[in-house]
């Protein structure tokens, strides 16, 4: 399975941009590049995901690098809400099936 | 946006009884879902694929016949944790998709406690 790696917690600040990255030098050329986030105690909600262009939608923005070997997950304006740890997962067939397959994923604080 | 509803939210059971976890797809077919096991302050891994009408896909070092998994429509798939001892504790999360290379949308997870 391609791999990603994260740092295992960043801090930020309420209302300032956070960049969350991710390192994926293994990924193929038909994997899609997800992002999700979970709160405590409940399952992992979707973020955003792309493939090879930049994309926007009301939560973040994804910007991937042109060699696709690395993406960061960009919150324009953090809120205590968005204290979470943040997965950032590449998509394939694996197997038949398009799986996501977890890695340790970012901890995200967000201070008052 | 699409919904994927899990129950129970949470259960306790005596150890060497089973319990049985249902996930539902509620706007959407889905003919694959996906279970997970995640324990305190860990990330979630991947047990096993569940396909409709056929037989579930297991991760390597999952025991099948400990973990059943039934998908017997489009919008629902279950799984029974059989003689659950308390190692079985954990919290279970289920997955689905509407489709090829969307997102994944995940049911609210179902923390089972074994005494």
């Known amino acids: 399975d391609a791999k990603t790696t994260q740092p295992n917690s960043m801090e930020s600040n309420e209302e300032e941009p956070v960049h969350l990255p991710c390192n994926h030098s293994?990924?193929?050329?038909?994997?899609?590049i997800h992002w999700y986030r979970q709160l405590p105690s409940q399952g992992p909600e979707y973020v955003i995901h792309?493939?090879?262009s930049n994309v926007n939608n009301r939560m973040a923005s994804l910007a991937i690098a042109e060699d696709r070997k690395s993406s960061t997950l960009i919150l324009h304006r953090a809120t205590l809400r968005d204290a979470a740890v943040y997965y950032c997962?590449?998509?394939?067939?694996?197997?038949?099936?398009?799986?996501?397959?977890f890695g340790q994923g970012t901890r995200l604080t967000i201070n008052p | 946006g699409a919904v994927v509803s899990q129950h129970p939210s949470r259960v306790i059971c005596k150890s060497g009884t089973s319990v049985k976890i249902e996930c539902r797809s509620l706007?959407?077919?889905?003919?694959?879902m996906f279970w997970y096991r995640q324990f305190p302050k860990k990330s979630l891994m991947l047990m096993a694929t569940?396909?409709?009408?056929?037989?579930?896909?297991?991760e390597q070092g999952v025991e099948k016949d400990k973990f059943l998994i039934n998908h017997a429509s489009l919008t629902l798939s279950t799984l029974t944790v059989t003689s659950a001892h308390p190692e079985d504790s954990s919290f279970y999360i289920c997955?689905?998709?509407?489709?090829?290379?969307?997102?994944?949308?995940f049911g609210q997870g179902t923390r089972l406690t074994v005494v």
């Open positions: 997955s689905a998709n509407p489709g090829r290379n969307t997102e994944a949308f």
């Open positions: 293994t990924i193929s050329g038909t994997d899609y």
């Open positions: 792309g493939l090879t």
């Open positions: 997962i590449l998509r394939g067939l694996i197997q038949g099936a398009q799986k996501l397959v």
């Open positions: 706007d959407f077919q889905a003919t694959t």
């Open positions: 569940s396909n409709e009408g056929s037989k579930a896909t297991y």
